[in-house]
């Protein structure tokens, strides 16, 4: 992975959260959960909602501009657009989503099966893509409805098990995720010690290597990803000319957030 120094070793996107409906009438994105990486939501504009299961049950929490959200790794979350929600995401762990660090709460049955799984998050090619997005979305609400009620009913078992799934589905691509966050976040933070130590012992001779970085962003419409039209940011070092971007297509791994 190439260097970064923005802060923390996270990854930028911005988001537009799906204003279409899924069966249960709301607005919003496909509920999902990531394995490893926090996430977190500044709110730019618009209405909605953040809803999310994790260890204290079912919550819904109220999103307007101005609200900061994060959420930690096994929070499953779904973002609900009640009207012109935006959103700046920040990632933990930047190129972990895009390593399939996500997954979404597909049917039991769908999230069990490695093969039916990867059928039901693909996007296939340019042709249909907003359908089956929307399809896409409505099998994970589908999902998370089930895992709701029976958390809401008192009964967790439902959740180990999605949990267990997941864990299950990830583990053999989750072999390579040691390296990403040792090449940034694991890296930065050494860097940043080893800086302070130097300051500590007199030395500031790093200032003299002081620059400004600017992100690239992703070119074309914007792709689809689990929550809505994103809008992603190249964040690693490098110059910056007039007009460089990169292209707005994300694969079914980069649309992970």
């Known amino acids: ?33 990531h394995l490893v990486s926090t996430e977190a939501y500044v709110v730019i ?11 204290d049950g079912f919550r819904e929490t109220a999103l307007s501009a101005g609200s900061v959200v994060w959420f930690t790794p096994g929070t499953i979350h779904r973002a609900v657009n009640r009207g012109d929600l935006r959103v700046v995401v ?55 409805e089930t895992l709701r009620d029976a958390v809401v009913a008192g009964d967790r078992g439902v959740l180990d098990a999605f949990h267990a799934a997941a864990g299950a589905l990830v583990r053999d691509r989750a072999s390579t995720w040691g ?4 090449e940034r976040p694991l890296a930065q933070a050494e860097q940043s010690l080893a800086l302070a130590e130097a300051v500590a012992s007199g030395s500031v001779t790093h200032l003299a290597e002081a620059r400004v970085h600017q992100a690239v962003p992703s070119g074309g419409e914007r ?8 809008r992603t940011y190249d964040v690693t070092d490098g110059d910056v000319t007039d007009g460089d971007v990169t292209d707005g297509d994300l694969t079914d791994e980069e649309n992970d957030r």
């Open 223 to 230: 792709g689809f990803g689990m929550c809505g039209r994103l």
């Open 179 to 182: 390296d990403l966050v040792r």
């Open 90 to 144: 920040l990632m933990s762990n930047a190129g972990l989503p895009e390593a399939g660090d996500a997954v979404m709460t597909f049917p039991a049955e769908v999230v069990a099966d490695p093969d039916a799984y990867a059928a039901a998050a693909s996007l296939g090619g340019d042709d249909g893509r907003a359908e089956r997005a929307s399809t896409r979305r409505d099998l994970a609400v589908t999902g998370f």
């Open 45 to 55: 504009s618009g209405e909605g909602a953040l809803q999310t299961i994790d260890a």
């Open 1 to 33: 992975m190439t260097a970064s120094s923005f802060p923390g070793g996270t990854s930028l996107s911005h988001l537009d959260v799906y204003a279409d409906a899924a069966p249960d009438g709301i607005c919003g994105g496909s509920p999902h959960m």
